[in-house]
């Protein structure tokens, strides 16, 4: 680490994710804020935290374990789908873009109807998938991660909104999941990891039957995701983030 690196580390206090009052978690496909930060998100609830899911793509193409339903038949049981396991977590706010899966979009009709969802909803914090993430090939998470870090940048400047046609928003930090350097750590208990397990694989069913090995091998990860997690925060559990300041969003490469 160099001088410039450790100084700044020193001097820029990673936000408490905790001490925010409104959230927006953006996922690509129905499922992947539940994998990414379910817990996390379930104990936010609990807290009495404004929470909102934003839903990018339509998840028409995760057919693996519905070789008999059709892409427009999947779209709706997904969608419905999305909507118990966010209630399950304590969520009862979630928007669609409706825009199809597998990239198959113009990345401009993802960029002004996220925009829109941040002004609408007017966020304190934005979480969204590690778009910066050396495996991570699926477009739609790129998309999704890549999109959602220029906005957060941008979401307090009025009149660069209004070029978006969105609102301005007060987003003071931008939350990574499914990251491979996380900077912070949520605590989480068991019955939060339950909720998380519930909004999963009791609600998600058209990816995870019960019984199935993506089912068992999903589990397995986040148990020991989460004892990872756990030990670089002195807990038995924890889920991580890489949590950026408005500081760090712009011109500090060394952090």
Known sequence: MGITSFALKRALKTPDIGSFSRYLFIGPHPDDIEIGAGA??????????????????????????CPNTSPAELVTIRKAEAWRAAETLGVHD???????????????????????VIGFFKPDI????DPVVANE????????GETARRLAYFAPFKYIMANYMAESAPVEALAY??????????????????RQFASIFSCHTSQFPAGSEAARSLKLYLNIRAADFGMRCLSRRAEGFRVLSRTRMHCLPED
């Open 40 to 65: 996390t998100i379930a104990r936010l609830a609990a807290m009495g935290k404004e929470i909102c899911f934003l839903i990018c793509c339509d998840g028409r193409y995760g057919t693996e374990n």
């Open 126 to 129: 934005v979480f969204a998938p």
């Open 94 to 116: 979630v928007r669609f873009l409706g825009l199809c899966d597998g990239g198959n979009y113009d990345v401009k009709e993802l960029r002004l109807g996220m925009a829109d």
């Open 137 to 144: 090939c699926h477009e739609d998470h790129l998309n999704a």
């Open 177 to 194: 999941y499914m990251t491979a350097k996380p900077n912070a750590f949520v605590k989480i208990s068991k019955q939060d990891m339950e």
